[in-house]
């Protein structure tokens, strides 16, 4: 079975494909990195998957990255200039205005809150993220309570306002993030979106803004992975399951490539036990 067979597969059986697709994800960067300069293979192999993606898509990052080595979890802004810089590379690639901060010991607490949330209802979930997507990086400046960028693969962005959350609410919002990581590396499987389709926009319900395909299929994603953790932690699911059947609603036919479509599919035959879909990219 192919790589994108095996990633649908382990999608309808209700798994993340993090397992499969990750360490690939992994040893093609380092093979990119060697590849750009030389190095020694097990001084990559000692860095976190965050800074092995942010090395290889941002070669300024090359000799200058030192402040986050290892696996270190909660970031904190640098104090060295030269670290400072590659801070503020990675917050403007999230955000744009975005600037680095640190983490107060009142926030540290409430992510290691729900952090032990996700443990309780979702230890599968939560040994994954442990080791595949550990650390956080605080932004100030930045609208979103949340964020990911897939060159800084590993890493979850929060922002200001996280302080205004319950540990549910913000486990919810790790399990969100995850979903848009995971995604991530199912658009390097394929084309998720078709070509003329790539600019395209729509409203998007999540958000209440027009966003382009790709933006509604991560929203439509990480929608479905959300309802799937709320569901197992007893946590209310109706609008974030309404937001899942309006988003699916916005895809028109050949807005998505025919593996977007078939993962699409494979989203829907989990949820639609307790979600009904309609929309018009027939299902």
């Known amino acids: 079975m192919s790589l994108k067979e095996l990633a649908l597969k382990t999608i309808e059986a209700g798994a993340w494909t993090?397992?499969?697709?990750?360490?690939?994800?992994?040893?093609?960067?380092?093979?990119?990195?060697?590849?750009?300069?030389?190095?020694?293979?097990?001084?990559?192999?000692?860095?976190?998957?965050?800074?092995?993606s942010l090395r290889a898509y941002e070669p300024s990052a090359m000799s200058s990255w030192q402040g986050f080595s290892g696996n270190q979890k909660f970031l904190k802004r640098a104090e060295r200039t030269d670290e400072l810089a590659i801070q503020a590379l990675i917050a403007d690639k999230v955000s744009s205005g975005g600037t680095p901060a640190s983490f107060c010991p009142e926030e540290i607490a409430l992510?290691?809150?729900?952090?032990?949330?996700?443990?309780?209802?979702?230890?599968?979930?939560?040994?994954?993220?442990?080791?595949?997507?550990?650390?956080?990086?605080?932004?100030?400046?930045?609208?979103?309570?949340?964020?990911?960028?897939?060159?800084?693969?590993?890493?979850?962005?929060?922002?200001?306002?996280?302080?205004?959350?319950?540990?549910?609410?913000?486990?919810?919002?790790?399990v969100h993030e995850m979903a848009h990581q995971e995604l991530f590396l199912f658009n390097l499987l394929d084309r998720l979106v078709e070509s003329n389709a790539d600019f395209k926009l729509a409203h998007a319900p999540f958000q209440g803004t027009k966003r382009p395909t790709i933006g509604r299929l991560h929203s439509f994603y990480a929608l479905f992975r959300m309802v799937?953790?709320?569901?197992?932690?007893?946590?209310?699911?109706?609008?974030?399951?309404?937001?899942?059947?309006?988003?699916?609603?916005?895809?028109?036919?050949?807005?998505?490539?025919?593996?977007?479509?078939?993962?699409?599919?494979?989203?829907?035959k989990r949820i639609k036990a307790g979600v009904e879909l309609r929309n018009a990219v027939n299902l």
């Not at 020694?40 to 976190?48: A, F, N």
């Not at 590993?154 to 996280?162: D, K, N, Q, Y």
């Not at 209310?236 to 609603?249: F, G, I, N, V, Y």
Request: with cysteine; proline share 5%; net charge negative.
């Open 228 to 268: 799937e953790f709320e569901r197992s932690a007893g946590l209310p699911t109706s609008r974030h399951a309404d937001l899942l059947q309006e988003t699916a609603e916005t895809f028109e036919p050949n807005d998505l490539t025919e593996y977007g479509q078939r993962l699409a599919s494979a989203v829907v």
């Open 111 to 174: 992510i290691s809150d729900a952090e032990s949330f996700l443990r309780a209802y979702s230890p599968t979930t939560s040994q994954l993220k442990e080791r595949w997507v550990p650390s956080f990086m605080k932004l100030a400046n930045v609208p979103f309570r949340s964020g990911s960028h897939p060159h800084v693969f590993g890493c979850i962005f929060l922002g200001e306002r996280i302080s205004e959350f319950s540990a549910a609410n913000l486990a919810t919002s790790i």
């Open 18 to 52: 993090f397992e499969e697709l990750a360490p690939r994800f992994r040893s093609a960067l380092m093979g990119r990195i060697l590849n750009a300069q030389e190095g020694q293979v097990e001084l990559l192999e000692s860095r976190s998957l965050m800074e092995i």
